[in-house]
């Protein structure tokens, strides 16, 4: 066995006898052979790592590489093909790649609680490191990201190494060089947490949260952030003094990213602890579980908290329906907040995956719409849990019901120290102020958000104060005669002593912000304020005022932009004023008109440069978005309209599918005849774009007949061709390439002469995709390069990604592999990189064609299994079926019949449910193959049909593989004549289209040819 060493001075060694090698380059191509053993290097590429001079280099590679097998005394352990230059070895018997191996293995074991062996293999791990690694390589560029990954995977050994040490009750051996390490690396929070854990086991609980304060002090002064859930964690129990740390092996577990979207906390929960464990207990033993109280008790807080330390592999996800009315669908809100198209059926097929966590927060008004939803959605998915929060409980079978109660006093006071000493940096807690504050928590139940609204008063009054000022109130807290909800009768008061506390001007800005349905720019809020008659010069004094009195909330988004919310009951109490006093209308016509503006500026602007910022403006405002149409529908329907198709491409380009489109076709219904025939057309057409691009395209083909019967009854020549665009598109999806041909070098014709350079390039990319699959791949060049030069100068960052993934897919037409994995590569990473995650699943499950053409199996399943994630991300249910088809292809060429049986199933229901297009035969196809392959009855006549709606059709793909599937079953029942004919008229289809399949994708083939070879013994299997 031949084993290479390149984690130190470079060894090969044969049967455990080390070979000599020659020094310089001949070295340097095993190295770089080495780092990559079992894949080809391609030559160019060689020279270019090694070579200053690239002739020169490519002139001394060949001698370097005969020197090097004559060292090897075995020709062909290095051999050279198309593909480059190979170092046949097992990658387990390279050092540097076996050590990769090694440290996934130490993590896993380490994370399933098994430190004895996570300590064995990470030792093992870093024995393998014998000093500077690479250092026989030179010094080319190339070697820079291998040496940072090896380093990074050292210390992971490392990390993993010393945490189980400190599991396993060695972590008094470990401090000492603990404290080296966080001093050499101090932003590894890994280190963090093994030094913080060991000093507190050994009794060191002063010096383990001084350590903490060091890195959090350090991670905010050199990085601006806090410390990781991992630290915060840690820091808690400590703090708890939890039975968690007291034994040894039972570290804080480390946690991947959390999956789902639950919030970070602004500020600690106070007093909860034991309920946060009992609800905790709760959901690990019952899949339904509400928490029921009192308005402002802590419901959302609690129910956070909890989820927050839950981490199913289908994710955790918050849905708040605090904005729902009853006009809104529950399911709709539930699929938007998880990305999903499409309302009930969809959530049921989403959690029927993966265990997954759903909280549905503040349901109490809608209680009876969340029952019969949760109870068919947990009858319909067994790995779902479901944890609820409102007054009232569901009320249904197997429902566990955990009633919050009020905080204690001594929490209470707590809770009222914490956020006063926020407020006010000298507030003190002594024996005088406490008497006060335990009053003034007893006045207010103990409720924490009105504890908190008392708290934020003493920026300017003293505790005492403010006792005074409630005991005026109180009567209203605990009016027994009130026929108002307890939530109304529990803090209306408490919220209504703040609220007469401010100035006339400082009241309006409640009643601006309550029209928000998820938070408000300052720009929103000035627009919103400026109806209500406050001046604009005043509007961020206003705002500040009541950030300072906790009635409003500032958050800052990563990309620094500012967002200013209000408490929910806040907000339903601001908005009951703003409707008593007669100005609602006014207040959301303005906040309706802000939005409006915004779609205007989208609509004009989404297309270029500024793209970005349209889309920053849907992301942030759609709930706002959906308020204002909403309000629209009642009030303005025109203004609804405006909004719809304003917003509509940044739809489209964001990939919101049906759901915009369901926005969409609502404005318009509202409407009736309010609008125009051209406004309506518009509205329609881009609703038949977004049902295409989400794969539903029964319903967008019945959107666009009708914008193209409207758009003939217009003299206005674009908008035509705008139709015959958009249905081009929908072409494309159902496999109707010569039909999208036509219709999009119809629109060509109109858009050229009116110089619509955004119009002509679209045109020309649906065009060139048109012609790849019609096999002109000369056209489709010309058709893509010319629609790359009109979209440069324009800075639509979407169409560019699309155009140039449209000439990756033709390099992979042509045959131009490597060429084609760069292009897609670098069009996935740019789409992920901006967001556009349907457009990186389409380019994703491209790649993962073209690395299984280029015989990377193991990479192409990985490309396939990343592109199904970002299309269910995206929403984009055509690509995941698409990807679905491709890895099942794959899975089954690598011996996995029953996964790929699976993925097909399930993409052709999906097809079926969706009006078939592109890919559904394909998927009928290699289902009926698959099927055959495991001893189907009905297998011959399915492939039958299949074959003959291919020759219908003209599907030459399809023609072939069906033919090839029915060629293995005549050999299998023995008719090898019958199998050598379809063969034979297979292969004569098949060279006609080598951009579309290859031997690789023929596994029926090569299964009867392999039949016919060894006569009629057995079946010939999948």
């Known amino acids: 066995m031949l084993t290479v060493a390149v984690l130190g001075p470079t060894e090969v060694r044969r049967d455990g006898e080390r070979l000599p090698l020659p020094s310089g380059k001949t070295t340097e191509v095993l190295v770089r052979l080495a780092v990559e053993a079992g894949r080809p290097v391609r030559a160019e590429r060689i020279t270019e790592d090694l070579w200053a001079c690239a002739a020169t280099g490519k002139n001394t590679l060949q001698s370097k590489v005969s020197q090097l097998r004559r060292a090897l005394a075995e020709p062909g352990l290095v051999t050279s093909g198309k593909g480059g230059y190979t170092l046949n070895v097992d990658p387990d018997s390279v050092d540097a790649l076996h050590v990769v191996a090694l440290a996934a293995s130490a993590t896993a074991s380490r994370r399933t609680g098994d430190a004895a062996a996570a300590l064995e293999v990470s030792t093992d791990g870093l024995v393998l490191f014998r000093g500077e690694v690479l250092v026989d390589a030179g010094e080319g560029d190339w070697l820079q990201p291998h040496r940072a990954r090896l380093e990074e ?50 009794g060191r609980q002063a010096d383990a949260l001084a350590a903490y304060t060091r890195v959090r002090e350090l991670l905010v002064d050199e990085l601006g952030i806090d410390p990781g859930p991992n630290l915060r964690a840690l820091e808690e129990q400590i703090l708890q003094q939890s039975r968690a ?18 919030p970070g906390l602004s500020s600690s929960l106070v007093g909860r602890a034991a309920e946060v464990s009992a609800v905790h207990d709760l959901l690990r033993h019952r899949r339904l579980v509400t928490v029921v109280g009192p308005a402002g008790v802590g419901k959302t807080r609690l129910a956070i908290e909890v989820a927050r330390g839950l981490t199913p592999p289908g994710g955790t996800w918050l849905v708040r329906l605090d904005a729902v009315d009853t006009t809104t669908s529950i399911p709709r809100t539930v699929a938007e907040t998880l990305h999903l198209p499409g309302g009930k059926q969809m959530l049921v097929e989403r959690f029927t995956g993966a265990e997954t966590v759903l909280v549905l927060d503040n349901c109490e008004h809608v209680v009876d719409r969340v029952a019969e939803l949760t109870s068919e959605l947990l009858d319909a998915a067994p790995q779902l849990r479901v944890l609820v929060t409102g007054q009232v409980r569901l009320d249904l079978d197997g429902e566990a019901v955990y009633q919050l109660a009020p905080l204690p006093i001594a929490d209470s006071v707590s809770l009222f120290a914490s956020r006063a000493a926020e407020i006010r940096k000298q507030f003190v807690l002594d ?12 006045s207010l139940d103990g409720l924490p958000l009105a504890i908190e609204l008392a708290a934020a008063r003493a920026r300017s009054l003293s505790v005492q104060d403010i006792a005074r000022r409630l005991d005026d109130r109180f009567a209203l807290l605990q009016d027994p005669t009130s026929r108002r909800p307890e939530r109304r009768r529990a803090l209306a008061a408490a919220i209504g002593w703040s609220y007469e506390l401010l100035f006339p001007d400082e009241q309006r800005g409640l009643w601006a912000l309550s029209c928000f349905a998820d938070g408000a720019s300052l720009n929103a809020a000035e627009h919103v ?27 800052v988004t990563p990309e620094g932009a500012v967002r200013y919310r209000l408490l929910d009951s806040i907000r339903d109490f601001a908005l009951d004023r703003l409707r008593a006093s007669g100005l609602v209308d006014d207040a959301r016509a303005a906040h309706a008109g802000w939005l409006a503006e915004a779609a205007d500026r989208c609509d004009a602007t989404v297309r270029g440069k500024r793209q970005s910022d349209c889309l920053a403006v849907v992301r942030a ?16 329907q025109q203004l609804g309209v405006r909004l719809a198709t304003g917003f ?56 666009l007949d009708e914008a193209l019967g409207l758009v003939k009854q217009l003299a206005l020549g674009h908008l035509r061709a705008d139709a015959h665009r958009h249905l081009a598109f929908l072409r494309i999806q159902q496999g109707r390439p010569q039909d999208a041909l036509e219709l999009a070098t119809a629109s060509l014709t109109v858009y050229r002469p009116l110089r619509l350079n955004w119009e ?25 390069n010319e ?17 140039d993934g449209t000439l990756g897919v033709i390099a992979q037409a042509d045959g131009r592999l490597d060429e084609a994995v760069v292009i897609l590569t670098r069009a996935a990473a740019a789409s992920e990189r901006l967001g556009f995650l349907g457009q990186a699943a389409l380019h994703l499950t491209t790649l993962g064609q073209v690395e299984q053409r280029a015989g990377n199996t193991q990479a192409a399943i990985e490309t396939l299994q990343r592109a199904l994630v970002a299309a269910g991300h995206s929403g984009d249910l055509r690509i995941a079926a698409t990807a679905r088809v491709n890895l099942a292809r794959l899975v089954r060429a690598s011996g996995q019949p029953d996964t790929a049986l699976i993925l097909l199933e399930q993409t052709d229901r999906w097809y079926r449910a969706s009006g078939g297009g592109d890919g559904a035969l394909l998927t009928r196809c290699l289902l009926a193959s698959l099927s055959s392959a495991t001893g189907s009855a009905r297998a011959a006549e399915q492939l039958a049909s299949v074959l003959e709606e291919a020759l219908r059709t003209g599907d030459a793909e399809v023609q072939v593989l069906a033919s090839d599937a029915l060629a293995r079953l005549a050999a299998d029942r023995g008719d090898l004549t019958a199998a050598q004919r379809l063969l034979e008229s297979a292969d004569d289809l098949s060279s006609g289209i080598p951009h579309v399949l290859d031997d690789l994708d023929r596994i029926d083939a090569r299964l009867a040819r392999l039949r016919i070879s060894n006569g009629f013994d057995q079946p010939s299997g999948c």
């Open 621 to 636: 405002e759609r709930a706002n978005i959906d308020a204002a149409l909403t309000w629209s529908a009642d009030h303005d």
């Open 153 to 202: 995977v050292r210390l992971g050994l490392l990390e993993d190494q010393l945490a189980a040490r400190v599991d396993l009750g060695l972590g008094g051996d470990v401090i000492g060089e603990l404290e080296g390490l966080v001093a050499q690396y101090p932003l590894r929070e890994g280190l963090w947490c093994c030094l913080i854990t060991a000093l507190y086991r050994m």
């Open 648 to 703: 509509g491409w940044a739809w489209v380009v964001h990939g919101d599918g049906v759901a915009a489109a369901t926005r969409v076709r609502g404005t318009l219904q509202a409407a009736g005849s309010l609008v125009t025939t051209g406004e309506r057309a518009t509205g329609l057409l881009l609703a038949g774009w977004l049902e295409t691009s989400a794969g539903n395209l029964d319903q967008a083909e019945a959107d």
């Open 529 to 555: 304020l400026a109806a209500l008659g406050v001046p604009e010069a005043s509007v961020v004094d206003i705002v500040d005022r009541l950030a300072d009195r906790s009635l409003v909330s500032v958050e």
């Open 787 to 803: 629609a790359r030069q009109l979209l440069t100068p324009i800075g639509d960052s979407w169409a560019l990604v699309h155009a």
């Open 431 to 442: 024996v005088e102020t406490t008497a006060s504050v335990e009053e003034v928590c007893l």
């Open 245 to 262: 740390l007291d034994s040894a092996g039972s570290r804080p577990t480390v946690r991947a990213g959390p999956v789902g979207n639950l």
């Open 760 to 784: 002509v390039a679209t045109s020309l990319v649906i065009a060139s995709y048109a012609s790849i699959m019609l096999g002109d791949t000369t056209s489709a060049t010309e058709a893509a």
